[in-house]
C-alpha cells in the first residue's frame, strides 16, 4: 500500500485528511508527515536540540562529578568522550525519522508487534511525565535562589507554596507552545535559544574570568581504585554516554518533519551538534562552578556564584524547562497515541501538564538531589539502551534497505504485522536483565556491578544485550524472510 493510498484509508477513518491537506493534523494524529509539509533548513532541527539542553539541569550534573570526588578535567574528558559516543548513535536515530516519516514509538511496532509496543510506549510516557516533572523542579531552587538576591524572599529552603506556584506557571507556558505543535515548538526555540546563548556567555565568562574557580582541582578519589572507577562509570551513564541515550526514543520526533531532499550527513551533524555543544559546554561550567564550594544544590550555586546576574541567570533558568519540556510534552502525545488510544493530540497535551505538575509537587519533598538525578538518568539511560538497541539490528541491519513502513498506521484489526513479536520483547528483557545486573545508582545495586566495586556498565550491557539477543533470534526465526514483518 503506498503512502497516498494509507493517508486516504485514515481520512475515512478519522485519522486525518492525508497529504494533501497540509494545514491539516497529520500532527494531531498519527500520520507519515506529507513531504510537502517537510522543511529543508536544518536550523530548526538544530535549535530545538540546542534549546534542550541548554537548561540548568546539565550543568548541575556537570558539577556532579567534582561533589563525586572526580577531578575537574576528568569529569569534562568523561562527559566530551561519552557524548561523542552517545551523540553518534542518537544521529542514527534522528536519520531513521528521515527516513521514515514517522514518530520513534510508531515505528516500534514494526518491531514488537502491535500490542506488544505497547509495552515501551507505556514506559516511554512514563519517564517523559517524570522528565517534565525533573526539570521543571531542578529550577525551583534556583528561582528561588534568585528571588531571594533581589531581596522578593528571605530564604531559598521551604516555601513550597511559591515554589509549586510557579512551577505551575512554568508548566502552563509549556503546555501552551506544544498544544500547537513542531512548527511552534521549533519557532520557539530559534528565537529564545540565541539569547539565551548571549547570556550562558556572559556567565561562562563571569564564572572562569572571575569567580576564582580551581582549574587545577583534582579531586579527593585516589587514581586507580575501584571507587574511582565506579565513580567515573557513574558520570559517563549519567551526563555521558547516557545523556545521548536518553533521547533515542524521541529523535524520530522531530526529524520526521525533515526532508528526504535534505543530506543526511548534514542532519546527523546539525542533531548531534545541537546535542553535543551545549551539554558539553554547560557540564564543564556546572564542574567548574562545582570546584568553589563542591556543593550540586542549584539554588546554592547560585548564592555563591551569580549574585550581580540574578535577573539574567533568572531568564536563562526559567528558559531552561520550558524549551527541554515542550520536546517532553510533546512527544508524550506521540507516545499515547500508540496506545491505540483514539484521542486528539492537543487533549492528552493538556493531560500530561497537569500529571507532571504533581510529580513536580511531589519532587518538592525531596532532599537529596545529587542521588535523586543520578538515580533517575541510570534508569532513564538503561531502558533507553535496551530499546535503542533491538531498533537498531531492526532498522540498520535487518531492514537497512527499506522505506515505507506506513502499514503500522493500518486499523489494528487489518494490521497485516503480528500483534505481538515475541522475539523483541524476549531481547527487550533480557536486556532490561542485563542493564540491572551492570547498573549501580541510586535505586540499583546489580550484581554484576557490585562485585566490580559499584562500576556501573548498564547502558552497555543492556544495549549489547538486547541487540544481540533480538539479532540472533531474528535470525533464527527467519524474521528477514518474512513478508508480514
Given at each position: 500500500?503506498?503512502?497516498?493510498?494509507?493517508?486516504?484509508?485514515?481520512?475515512?477513518?478519522?485519522?486525518?485528511?492525508?497529504?494533501?491537506?497540509?494545514?491539516?493534523?497529520?500532527?494531531?494524529?498519527?500520520?507519515?508527515?506529507?513531504?510537502?509539509?517537510?522543511?529543508?533548513?536544518?536550523?530548526?532541527?538544530?535549535?530545538?536540540?540546542?534549546?534542550?539542553?541548554?537548561?540548568?539541569?546539565?550543568?548541575?550534573?556537570?558539577?556532579?562529578?567534582?561533589?563525586?570526588g572526580l577531578g575537574l578535567w576528568e569529569t569534562f574528558a568523561v562527559i566530551v568522550v561519552g557524548n561523542l559516543i552517545g551523540?553518534?548513535?542518537?544521529?542514527?536515530?534522528?536519520?531513521?525519522?528521515?527516513?521514515?516519516?514517522?514518530?520513534?514509538?510508531?515505528?516500534?511496532?514494526?518491531?514488537?508487534?502491535?500490542?506488544?509496543?505497547?509495552?515501551?510506549?507505556v514506559i516511554q510516557s512514563v519517564v517523559v511525565v517524570g522528565w517534565c516533572a525533573v526539570n521543571t523542579w531542578v529550577v525551583l531552587d534556583l528561582v528561588t535562589a534568585l528571588l531571594m538576591k533581589v531581596g522578593l524572599v528571605d530564604s531559598i529552603s521551604g516555601h513550597f507554596a511559591l515554589k509549586a506556584a510557579i512551577g505551575g506557571v512554568v508548566m502552563i507556558i509549556q503546555v501552551i507552545i506544544s498544544l500547537f505543535g513542531y512548527k511552534a515548538i521549533s519557532t520557539f526555540e530559534k528565537w529564545t535559544v540565541p539569547p539565551t546563548v548571549a547570556i550562558l556567555v556572559i556567565m561562562t565568562i563571569a564564572a572562569w574570568g572571575f569567580m576564582g574557580v580551581?582549574?587545577?582541582?583534582?579531586?579527593?578519589?585516589?587514581?586507580?581504585?575501584?571507587?574511582?572507577?565506579?565513580?567515573?562509570?557513574?558520570?559517563?551513564?549519567a551526563i555521558g554516554i547516557g545523556w545521548g541515550f536518553t533521547w533515542l526514543t524521541y529523535a524520530c520526533d522531530y526529524s520526521r518533519f525533515v526532508s528526504k531532499d535534505v543530506s543526511r550527513r548534514k542532519l546527523f551533524a546539525a542533531s548531534a551538534l545541537g546535542q553535543f555543544i551545549p551539554v558539553c559546554w554547560l557540564g564543564l561550567l556546572g564542574a567548574t562552578l562545582a570546584t568553589k564550594s563542591g556543593s550540586i544544590d542549584p539554588g546554592q550555586l547560585i548564592v555563591d556564584n551569580f549574585g550581580a546576574l540574578a535577573i539574567p541567570v533568572l531568564l536563562l533558568v526559567v528558559h531552561g524547562p520550558i524549551a527541554t519540556n515542550i520536546l517532553n510534552i510533546y512527544s508524550f502525545t506521540l507516545s499515547v497515541q500508540c496506545l491505540?488510544?483514539?484521542?486528539?493530540?492537543?487533549?492528552?497535551?493538556?493531560?500530561?501538564?497537569?500529571?507532571?505538575?504533581?510529580?513536580?509537587?511531589?519532587?518538592?519533598?525531596?532532599?537529596?538531589?545529587?542521588?535523586?538525578?543520578?538515580?533517575?538518568?541510570?534508569?532513564?539511560?538503561?531502558?533507553?539502551?535496551?530499546?535503542?538497541?533491538?531498533?537498531?539490528?531492526?532498522?540498520?541491519?535487518?531492514?537497512?534497505?527499506?522505506?515505507?513502513?506506513?502499514?503500522?498506521?493500518?486499523?489494528?484489526?487489518?494490521?497485516?504485522?503480528?500483534l505481538v513479536r515475541w522475539q523483541a520483547l524476549a531481547a527487550f528483557f533480557a536486556g532490561l536483565l542485563m542493564c540491572w545486573a551492570m547498573s549501580y545508582g541510586s535505586l540499583f545495586q546489580g550484581p554484576i556491578a557490585s562485585a566490580m566495586g559499584g562500576v556501573d556498565l548498564s547502558w552497555f550491557g543492556g544495549m549489547l544485550t538486547s541487540g544481540l539477543v533480538y539479532y540472533v533470534l531474528s535470525l533464527a526465526t527467519g524474521i528477514n524472510e518474512r513478508k508480514e514483518i
Open positions: 500500500m503506498t503512502v497516498s493510498a494509507i493517508s486516504a484509508t485514515t481520512s475515512s477513518q478519522g485519522r486525518g485528511s492525508g497529504p494533501s491537506n497540509i494545514g491539516g493534523d497529520y500532527e494531531d494524529y498519527l500520520q507519515v508527515v506529507p513531504e510537502q509539509a517537510k522543511t529543508k533548513s536544518l536550523w530548526g532541527q538544530f535549535w530545538v536540540w540546542f534549546g534542550a539542553n541548554v537548561a540548568p539541569i546539565n550543568w548541575l550534573l556537570g558539577a556532579l562529578g567534582v561533589q563525586m551523540m553518534s548513535v542518537f544521529g542514527c536515530m534522528v536519520l531513521l525519522g528521515q527516513r521514515t516519516g514517522l514518530t520513534g514509538m510508531l515505528l516500534g511496532r514494526r518491531v514488537f508487534g502491535r500490542v506488544g509496543n505497547y509495552l515501551p510506549s580551581d582549574w587545577n582541582f583534582s579531586g579527593n578519589i585516589a587514581r586507580g581504585t575501584t571507587d574511582h572507577f565506579a565513580a567515573l562509570s557513574s558520570i559517563m551513564t491505540d488510544l483514539r484521542v486528539n493530540r492537543r487533549v492528552i497535551n493538556i493531560f500530561v501538564g497537569v500529571f507532571a505538575w504533581f510529580g513536580v509537587c511531589l519532587f518538592l519533598s525531596l532532599s537529596d538531589i545529587g542521588n535523586t538525578l543520578d538515580g533517575w538518568l541510570s534508569s532513564v539511560a538503561g531502558w533507553t539502551a535496551v530499546w535503542g538497541g533491538i531498533m537498531i539490528i531492526h532498522f540498520f541491519v535487518i531492514e537497512r534497505s527499506r522505506n515505507d513502513f506506513s502499514h503500522v498506521l493500518d486499523e489494528k484489526s487489518k494490521d497485516s504485522a503480528a
